[in-house]
Structures are given as C-alpha cells and as structure tokens.
T-cell receptor, first 113, second 112 residues
Framework: QKEVEQDPGPLSVPEGAIVSLNCTYSNSAFQYFMWYRQYSRKGPELLMYTYSSGNKEDGRFTAQVDKSSKYISLFIRDSQPSDSATYLC?????????????FGKGITLSVRP | NAGVTQTPKFQVLKTGQSMTLQCAQDMNHNSMYWYRQDPGMGLRLIYYSASEGTTDKGEVPNGYNVSRLNKREFSLRLESAAPSQTSVYFCASSPGTDYEQYFGPGTRLTVT
C-alpha cells in the first residue's frame, strides 16, 4: 500500500461545478499536506499548503485535512476551464533532514465550458 | 528569475547509451531533488540533495547517479539507459527539506 493514495479519476465536470478531490494517507506521522497542480506538459506547481488538521482557503480553493480519518481534500468552487489540470496531493513528516515529500498518483480534472 | 531550469527538454536514447540530465536553480535554495513521473505511478523520488555536498537515495535510485556540482546545479546521470527508464524527469528545489518544492519544466526521455 502506498503511503498516499489518491482517487484515480479522470474527472470531468461542467463549468461552475463544485469539485471535490480526495486523498488518504497511512502514515500518522505526516504533519504537512500539500496540493500541487500540473498543467499538461509542465512541471507541478504548489497550489495549497496546510499544517496538521483544519481548513485553509485561498480564493476558490479550499484545502481540508482530517487527521482522525487520515483524509486530505481539495475543493474548487465555481470551477473554470482554466482549472483543467492534474492535481497531486502530497504529505511529509514534521521535520528532519530526511523529510521527503510523498506524492499521490494524481487525478486529472477536465472542466467543460 | 528563471526558477528551475532543465536541459534537454527532449531526448531519445538507444539502450545502453549514457546521458546526463542537467538542472540548475537561481533561487539560492539548499535542497534539490530528481523525480520521475510515469503514467499511473505518480511522482517518484530518484535522488535528492539536502544541501551542497550531500546526496541521498530516494525511492527508485537503481540505474541512476547524481552529482551536486555546486549550490545551483544538480545533475542526473544514466550510465546505461534501459527502456524501463523511459519517463518524464523533473528536477525540483526548495529552501530546505522542510519547505515546499519548486519544479522545473521536465525532460521527456525515450529509450528505445
């Protein structure tokens, strides 16, 4: 079992829909949780970054972490065609020289005009 | 600032050939990383360098070597390429291992 599992997708929604992207993780020592967005034939870019449990909002995007159920979510409100991309969740330990990121496999989102 | 740059963008190799993928960052970051991305497998860490002068193996290091040439540059070498190394390779950097990573545009490598 991978330490970070992500819904395989792909996912296609109409413009304006609310999108929910989800990951689960198995390592209870993970403390930091990230969502990266990757456009086609580009490198991933950091979208949201949260520490421990709770919600973080940035415009139309909300990242949610539930440590009790080891669940990571990204919500996109009023989705736009420009949101069409692959979304990767990632987790890492609290700190340390060997604190590497563990990525989910990514889910490809398509927002239809 | 160019951020993280990678060369080449595309490469086709024959089995057994060798090549070096180059990566440079201009953000004065301490840590640098090499990943490969394959369909259905996500991003997998090959090697990383927590700071200048140090390198460590990641999840899939077999068949690769790395050199942290200086603070800016981190190269990945394939000594004898195999078809299983066909992939998209990404270099990333971060201020330290406890910070978010910034990715380059990738190198698409095909080994025939």
């Amino acid at each position: 079992q991978k330490e970070v599992e992500q819904d395989p997708g792909p996912l296609s929604v109409p413009e304006g829909a609310i999108v929910s992207l989800n990951c689960t993780y198995s390592n209870s020592a993970f403390q930091y949780f990230m969502w990266y967005r990757q456009y086609s034939r580009k490198g991933p870019e950091l979208l949201m970054y949260t520490y421990s449990s709770g919600n973080k909002e940035d415009g139309r995007f909300t990242a949610q972490v539930d440590k009790s159920s080891k669940y990571i979510s990204l919500f996109i409100r009023d989705s736009q065609p420009s949101d069409s991309a692959t979304y990767l969740c990632a987790s890492r330990l609290f700190t340390g020289a060997n604190s590497k990121l563990t990525f989910g496999k990514g889910i490809t989102l398509s927002v239809r005009p | 600032n160019a951020g993280v740059t990678q060369t080449p963008k595309f490469q086709v190799l024959k089995t057994g050939q060798s090549m070096t993928l180059q990566c440079a960052q201009d953000m004065n970051h301490n840590s640098m990383y090499w990943y490969r991305q394959d369909p259905g497998m996500g991003l997998r860490l090959i090697y990383y360098s927590a700071s200048e002068g140090t390198t460590d193996k990641g999840e899939v290091p077999n068949g690769y070597n790395v050199s942290r040439l200086n603070k800016r540059e981190f190269s990945l070498r394939l000594e004898s390429a195999a078809p299983s190394q066909t992939s998209v390779y990404f270099c990333a950097s971060s201020p330290g291992t406890d910070y978010e990573q910034y990715f380059g545009p990738g190198t698409r490598l095909t080994v025939t």
